[in-house]
């Protein structure tokens, strides 16, 4: 993205406008969506340098300044930015909101034994956590898979213990570079915990949007990011999100930017968790 310059302050007599919000998806090096107006990068131009110009025309049209959230998923990024009619742009200070978490990155992953185990899971767990913090991704991932399968065998895939296991499996996938396996288990994990209705849904569903985002192809980025849509509105039915969910959400509606997003948007289409 162009190098952001600083924004002049208005005069005190300057009338001064509450800034019109816009979400940025930036799907590859070419093509973003702008509150579901596709913009195509000019020839010369950069997608970055296309969206800046469209969110001046808006600060013109607004006679203001203009604010955007640009989730860039090749980059796997995200960015609030603020661009003036005059065309100069500026990354705005946080506006706070008591309801969401001092950590706003969309990309939060689990801890490995992050909650307390049983007794008899506690030496498998410190095998899994050594050997990650050894560097050993893949010796971690096949403990990991094989007390996740020993737990879901005994206990059933939705017991608290097989979750976490799965849970523990999509972290060490994150952490080797296997982002199809994360976002999987990450999505299984997301979507056994809503069904249930567990307090921690959404933030399952946010480390698997996490996940989702850095899938590379597209068959996969559209079956995942469609459950994705669907797991997001029924949270967004029946609890109430954080700021990082919200922003969450928007992304994955901003990636179809179509009807399927609307009507999940209305609460619709939820995938059947029971």
Known sequence: MPELTALDRPAPSDPVLAPLLFDVYVSDEHAAVVDGERVEAGAGQSVHEAILDLLQRHARD????????????????????????????RIPDPEPDPGSRENEDLSPVPTVGEEPVPAPLAEHVDRIREAVHGGDTEHAGALAAALRE?????????????????????????????????TSLAVGVARIRCGLGDARAADDVLRATAAWQRLVDERSVAAHGRELLHLWGHLAENVRLGTPHIEAMRLVRQYFAGPEAEECADGQGVTDMS
């Open 62 to 89: 607004h006679r203001g300044p203009v604010r955007a959230t640009v989730f860039d998923r090749p980059a796997a990024s995200t960015l609030r930015i603020e661009v003036a009619p005059d065309g100069s742009s």
């Open 150 to 182: 020993c737990l879901a065998g005994d206990h059933g895939p939705a017991h608290p213990q097989a979750l976490e296991a799965r849970a523990m499996e999509a972290y060490v996938a994150h952490l080797a570079g296997d982002h199809p396996l994360a």
